[in-house]
């Protein structure tokens, strides 16, 4: 869903008037007039062709597409959801998503609202995924998803602040350069850490922070406030568990109900699985596809198999033959960068994609879910976090439930191979974010943690490729270090739930970035456990339910007993597709070394292609070698789309310089 948020502010109108393609877009006022919300042009096309209605007592309801045509190649923006406006007057409430408010609850708490701050309770009981964004008596506030899977950006251009969903919009209103921090900091593995996770790829443009909203004054100033606790993992396995059960069925129910027919990734997995099984549980007209494994002992193709048979008769299944799967984890054929995040985001995206060499997969599946009828694909991102084993866990739990924690870290410290001491420091350690962050800035270059090493800190140990050049690491450890000077705040004041956040955030991003990129199929793509919803019941459990010694995943497992079969939730073995990943090097290698010859990372010193040729043509055996080399090709996608440098979004006529921006 393509959106600006503009303040109630008269430079609001003047930007709306300098820039051509933004007085096409469809205007939502606010009371004063002024432009409130501006919906693209893309948006507009595939509502003109899904149907639109109109509601009673002031009420807007802008459809997206549901069953009926479906829109065509670049008309898919759309798919992310339906606008919803509600209130008349000063107040004015607009939903964005896939979501079931009500609209006599949403009006009624618009005329008891005292202030801004008085709509928590809105954005604590909506279900699914949405942007809420009020005008409140010349005020705006605005906010995402605590996952980031549907997030808010903002940029500073002619004196105020203007947000958007997605940066590319923003950056292309002010023909904002490219920051070669961002970049150099997309290089780390295995993923890029907080604060730096949240950095746009393009200056000036910044995103807000998980868990606060967004105001923007009349005055066209902006700041952020805080709205979202974790809960306190306080509830019993039995209570928690049925919020999760509930928050899921709703999640799936809010999406059916507003696009109709599903489809879904039956991996074999614990978490897809579930998901597919909430869908049969509900009803809801789903099709599920299983991609084929390559190796013919990968157990999680025995498991699909046996989920798919219990399936009822509202939802379908579909295998995926070989040949579909080996596009998994490829580089690419023939040109290792013909297939760039350009050609996937006709608008420029958030710039390098997080699952770029699965995009000929998510591909053929979009088009293939959209010819079956599907209008909104689920995933079950999240549910590692959610509900797996996190390792500052322990260190949390030994300081709410230290009885209970002693055997547990005990155990954990067999299997691992921890020394006692180590262990013993690591769950004594008290040292702070910025502290963190420091450590993490003189270990970039260092050799990757090893099984045996015990980490119990805010961070992870995040490392740059053997190719970066001492220029790129320099500007990341310069990035950390900044961050811990200005005392960055972590996420959460525990370490475990930062770390739940940090790494919920990293899924919100890769689901965001792939249902901008599969829009232009017709369809959404969104990942039910990183609902707001699902998220707090999850986190609501007691630590010590929530990772018992010799369970997997047993709030997840409590959760959907009586939904998904007993014998698949008593499962133990797990799937891995190192042959996809291997089969893919070896297609790809060859064009990968041709990369190297015109390296844009090279060019602009962030790695140092010989070094990179090396690397790929005697690989490492190291595990993260393969990590390393996904994210180094998706920066280098990136750079050679056509949108590094955005065009101005007019296309053509004035825009409003970045040097503007106070």
Sequence with gaps: MDFLILPDHPAAQDIVART??????????????????????????????????????????????????????????????????????????????????????????????????ALDHAARSSAGCCHLVASFDGRVRAQGTLSTARQLFTVRV??????????????????????????????????????????????????????????????????????????????????????????LREAVRVRAGAVGTLSADLSGGLDSTSLCFVADDV??????????????????????????????????????PHDHSARLFGLATGDPLADTAGADEPDGGEGPLNWRWGGPHLRALSRTA?????????????????????????????????????????????????????????????????????????????????????????TGESRMPAWSTPEAVDLVRGALLAEARAGTPPLDGDRFGHQVLEFLAVEGTTIRQTARAMARYGIAWEAPF??????????????????????????????????????????????????ELYEGLARGKEAAVEMCARLRLGARGLADPDVLRTALLSPSDEGRYAAHLESTVAVEAWLRSPHTDPAPLAGSGPTIPLKEAS
């Design 370 to 458: 959209a010819e079956a009828g599907s209008r909104l694909h689920l995933m079950g991102l999240g549910g590692d976090e959610l509900f797996g084993p996190l390792p500052n866990g322990l260190w949390a739990m030994l300081r709410t439930e230290p009885r209970a924690a002693l055997p547990q870290i005990r155990r954990r410290q067999l299997l691992n191979r921890w020394s006692l001491p180590a262990t013993v420091r690591g769950l004594a350690d008290r040292s702070d974010f910025p502290e963190a962050l420091r450590g993490l800035a003189g270990r970039l270059t260092g050799p990757p943690p090893q099984r045996w090493q015990v980490g119990f800190g805010w």
């Design 158 to 247: 002619a004196g105020v602040t203007v947000a958007a969903g997605s940066p590319a919009p923003l950056a292309a209103l002010t023909a904002a350069p490219c920051d070669e921090t961002a970049l150099a900091c997309r290089l780390l593995t295995p993923y890029v850490p907080w604060p730096l996770a949240s950095r746009s790829v393009w200056r000036g443009v910044r995103a807000v922070t998980p868990g606060h909203w967004l105001e923007l004054a009349p005055d066209g100033t902006a700041r952020e406030r805080r709205w979202w606790q974790r809960p306190a993992p306080e509830v019993p396995l039995s209570q928690a568990a049925t919020a999760v059960r509930d928050a």
């Design 20 to 117: 051509p393609a933004l007085a096409a877009a469809e205007v939502i006022p606010h009371a004063s007039g002024r432009p409130w919300l501006l919906l693209r042009p893309l948006w507009a096309a595939a509502d003109e062709k899904a149907g639109g209605e109109a509601g009673g007592r002031g009420d807007m309801e802008r459809p997206g597409p549901g069953p009926g045509p479906r829109p065509g190649p670049g008309t898919g923006e759309g798919a992310g959801g339906r606008v919803r406006v509600f209130g008349s007057g000063a107040r004015r409430l607009a939903v964005l998503g896939h979501t079931r408010p009500s609209a006599e609850r949403l009006q009624h708490l618009l005329d008891q609202a005292g202030s801004l701050s």
């Design 530 to 579: 990183l609902d707001d919803r699902v998220i707090e019941a999850a986190l609501s459990v007691r630590l010590s339910e929530r990772m018992p010694s010799g369970r997997f995943k047993p709030l997840l497992t409590a959760a959907m007993r009586g939904v998904v079969p007993q014998e698949i939730l008593e499962r133990t073995d797990k799937g891995e597709f190192s042959a």
């Design 283 to 320: 009803a809801a007209t789903t099709h599920t596809y299983h991609a084929v494994p390559l190796d013919p002992r990968n157990p999680d193709h025995r498991w699909a198999r046996r989920a798919a048979a219990r399936f009822g008769p509202t939802v379908h299944h579909t295998d995926l």
